[in-house]
């Protein structure tokens, strides 16, 4: 039985004319070699590049392929979540405020890929877009990215509930929380947000959250004892400046 390198070698081999290059799959991972046509990436090896790395290091090559995929799927993927309005968000930066202390923390948080960064501020202050820009971030290192709002969070929780919607933590290794405050406040609500914290505390995945609202604040709003919550939110970042909308 032929390996996979062989194999893929022969489908090369059949090709009667050099397929030419597709520039939106991304290069060889190993070498840099462009990827060839005819190929969707739809999977982990359904790609071939202009080279004999296949070949010369079949181990080496499908494992960095496996990564590589996770790294070109994961931001399309993360992308489909959020709103259509949200996307532009995708392509613009978010401008740091002059001398913010704060950037610091977001770095150190992309670093980790884990534990939770609440975003606070007043509102039209880019909250959401340095929000989705720290989940896309996420996702291209290969992360399943999930945006929510907060409304949309208890309402698939529900579903999960009666088994309409797999576990929350089966399908995404980072969530984005936006606009945490105001969904009506219900004890349901309650005991999901304290398990999504929870899960982000115990380094199970990544939690960005904003909010118009300081962590004690919102917590106080959904009647709850602020102080459980409190204790697992990890970094808490203050977004200054004007409203910006409109």
């Known amino acids: 039985m032929p390996s ?3 194999e893929v070698l022969m489908d090369l081999k059949r090709l009667v004319r050099h397929p030419g290059y ?3 799959l991304p290069p060889c991972p190993l070498c840099g070699a462009p990827a060839l046509k005819g190929y969707g990436f739809a999977t982990p090896f359904d790609i ?4 004999d790395c296949v070949r010369d290091r079949e181990e080496e090559y499908l494992r960095a392929l496996r990564q590589l995929y996770r790294e070109y799927r994961r931001p399309k993927e993360y992308a489909e979540s959020l709103p259509p309005g949200y996307r532009p968000y995708l392509e613009r930066e978010f401008l740091h405020p002059r001398g913010w202390p704060e950037r610091q923390a977001l770095e150190s948080f992309l670093e980790r890929a884990a534990g939770s960064l609440y975003l606070h501020g007043p509102p039209g202050t880019g909250k959401t877009l ?4 720290l989940g896309l971030a996420l996702a291209r290192k290969g992360k399943r990215v999930l945006f929510l709002s907060e409304a949309d969070l208890y309402r698939r929780a529900r579903r999960e509930e009666l088994g309409e919607a797999p576990k929350l933590g089966e399908v995404t290794d980072a969530l984005v929380l936006d606009d945490l405050g105001k969904a009506k ?3 349901f609500a309650a005991m999901v947000l ?3 914290f929870e899960a982000a505390w115990r380094g199970d995945m990544a939690l960005v959250v904003t909010s118009n609202l300081a962590p004690k604040e919102a917590f106080a709003r959904m009647g709850m004892d602020p ?3 409190l204790s697992r939110v990890g970094q808490v970042v203050t977004v200054p400046g004007r409203d910006g909308r409109g």
């Open 4 to 6: 996979v390198s062989e």
């Open 22 to 24: 597709d520039p939106e």
């Open 48 to 51: 071939a590049h202009d080279c």
């Open 130 to 133: 340095l929000a989705v820009r």
């Open 185 to 187: 406040p219900t004890g």
């Open 194 to 196: 304290y398990e999504v």
């Open 227 to 229: 102080g459980p919550l």
